[in-house]
């Protein structure tokens, strides 16, 4: 098993920082490469009943909302040889908003939607184990794993990757 942990949570990362900070690149307003800092949040600033991820079987070292479909379907960079494309439900979608304009974005969003159909990229009975911030675990089906992000999971969620009151 390949165990993965929220960045976001503990700092688990090579990039970071012991000032208290985990860089990250920015995905939203940076040219590519650019990096931030994103803030770690403690245990106690997590809400609780905790729906914020911490821990799971994944397909990269650590949980990050933006890879969160490496989670939905955590064989996929085995199977395929690559990463599975940002921007979680999103990506489903033929014309992913948050792709605009960006041409291989929207060419790896459509070869992901016709490979969602392919059992051989999920784990766990097309599902995922889940551990969250407050120490309970519990399976979710592959479409029910949400980054956070509202633009990117095209609803309001429950839970997600994102440190939040859900």
């Known amino acids: 098993m390949s165990v993965s942990i929220n960045e976001h949570v503990v700092g688990w990362d090579p990039a970071f920082d012991p000032n208290g900070f985990c860089r990250q690149y920015d995905h939203f307003n940076a040219a590519p490469g650019w990096i931030v800092n994103f803030p770690i949040h403690r245990f106690s600033d997590v ?24 989670l939905r379907a955590a064989n996929y960079t085995r199977v395929y040889g690559k990463s599975a494309p940002k921007y979680g439900h999103c990506a489903d979608l033929p014309n992913c908003p948050a792709c605009a304009g960006n041409a291989k974005c929207l060419s790896d969003s459509k070869l992901w939607a016709s490979r969602l159909s392919d059992m051989r990229i999920y784990r766990h009975n097309h599902g995922e184990n889940i551990g969250y911030v407050d120490g309970h675990t519990k399976w979710n089906k592959s479409d029910r794993i949400y980054s956070g992000n509202h633009a990117w999971d095209g609803l309001p969620v429950s839970e997600g990757a994102e440190v939040k009151e859900y």
């Open 47 to 70: 809400f609780s009943p905790a729906q914020t991820y911490l821990f799971a079987d994944y397909g990269r070292t650590t949980i990050e909302d933006v890879w969160i479909n490496n």
